[in-house]
């Protein structure tokens, strides 16, 4: 047992030693010290991030997946690294290249993604992360992280609907008196091979926030996801096949009324359909206690099926009261009245739910 904890205790300084050898570091330092500023002040964290990829939108469960390389600058006097080992150089100046398991021995920022619901950190044999270290003691920490977040969605103009996904980076411990944080100017890359079967999208960095629901506030940073539906794959598997049935039932109005058999199966079918249809859309959503533009739709062309139904019972009482001449005129104003105020419904719906202005 002495033997056992004896290797994990060598092994754990060797790793230290190693991660160690490339810095300068102060007497006394302390990983649960915060960096002060030069001037005093909060301390100051800047934020870059690339979006490598959306993996997926699930519309029922109200998450987006993505994937991501998030980046963290701030600076840590007590931390210099040593002039032989400044091998790379970029916009910031010459640095050195750590591991990352050093992030365990450094002094790092309390960085959590709020509501997210699930992290997975693509690696295979290392960590897809790395540490700088400035010549200026600056610190930048990348990392490549997919995650699962919350996204609040609103179905009312579904499936004309934008949705707005807000994704937030919080400090977990450290208020705004102690800790500051901002996008960099050029904070935001996105990937322009990303392609959406059901969205285009915007995505842009909204200024540093502080959190108002806690009793102390805490400082954040906001990524903003902005969705528009497209409306193609509704209108091939909804919109025009809901119409073609509401056409079957006027054209349904044209069989003789002696023919009960045909009428009422052509006009149950539809019906059947109609319906099924409706429940099939239904499921692509979550149950949400509101009417859709979609569920409107739906329900006009029930609505009007079920008219055809209704008429031919009309019809067919009026001709069995001996009234075959009164239930023939009624029919051939049916045969008229009926697709002219599916015409006019149609029109309205069109120049409402795709005309209208909906930014408020």
């Keep these: 047992m002495i033997l056992k ?60 997946s993505l994937e991501t390389t998030l980046r963290f600058y701030w600076k840590d006097h007590r931390i210099k690294p040593k002039q032989e080992y400044l091998e790379s ?43 700088r270290v400035y010549n200026d003691s600056r610190i930048r920490y990348s990392s490549r992280i997919n995650f699962d977040v919350a996204c609040n969605m609103d179905f009312q103009l579904y499936p004309i609907d934008e949705q707005d ?55 954040g940073l906001e990524l903003k996801l902005h ?32 023919s009960v058999p045909g009428r009422v199966g052509m006009g149950m079918t539809t019906m059947l359909t109609l319906t099924a249809m409706f429940s099939s859309v239904r499921n692509n959503v979550p149950k949400v206690s509101y009417i859709s533009v979609l569920d409107l739709w739906m329900l006009m062309c029930i609505i009007f099926v ?13 001709i069995r009261n001996g009234k075959k001449k009164t239930g023939l005129k009624v029919e051939r104003v049916c045969q008229i009245l009926i697709p002219a105020l599916f015409i006019i419904w149609l029109a309205l719906y069109i120049i409402v739910y795709s005309v209208g202005d909906f930014s408020n």
């Design 227 to 258: 969705l528009k539906r497209l409306i193609a794959y509704h209108v091939v598997q909804t919109y025009i096949p809901s119409t073609v049935f509401v056409i079957l039932a006027w054209l349904s109005m044209f069989i003789p009324p002696e």
């Design 89 to 131: 150089e970029d916009s910031y100046g010459k640095y050195t290249t750590l591991n990352p398991s050093m992030a365990n021995n450094i002094w790092m920022p309390d960085i959590f993604i709020d509501q997210a619901k699930a992290l997975r950190i693509p690696t295979y044999f290392v960590k897809p992360a790395n540490i």
């Design 165 to 219: 996904c807000v994704i937030k980076f919080e400090s977990y411990g450290l208020q705004n008196k102690q800790m500051h944080m901002t996008w960099l100017k050029d904070g935001l890359t996105v990937n322009p091979d990303i392609h959406l079967a059901q969205f285009t999208f915007r995505t842009m960095l909204l200024d540093e926030y502080t959190t108002d629901y806690y009793d102390l506030q805490y400082p």
């Design 306 to 318: 079920f008219s055809c139904l209704v008429e031919f019972i009309v019809i067919t009482a009026l």
């Design 5 to 64: 904890y004896g290797i994990i205790l060598l092994l754990y300084f060797v790793q230290f030693s190693c991660a160690d050898y490339q810095l300068n570091i102060a007497d006394g330092y302390n990983i649960h010290e915060r960096p002060l500023e030069e001037g005093g002040g909060p301390l100051q964290v800047n934020a870059s991030i690339n979006v490598r990829n959306i993996l997926d939108i699930d519309e029922k469960a109200q998450l987006v």
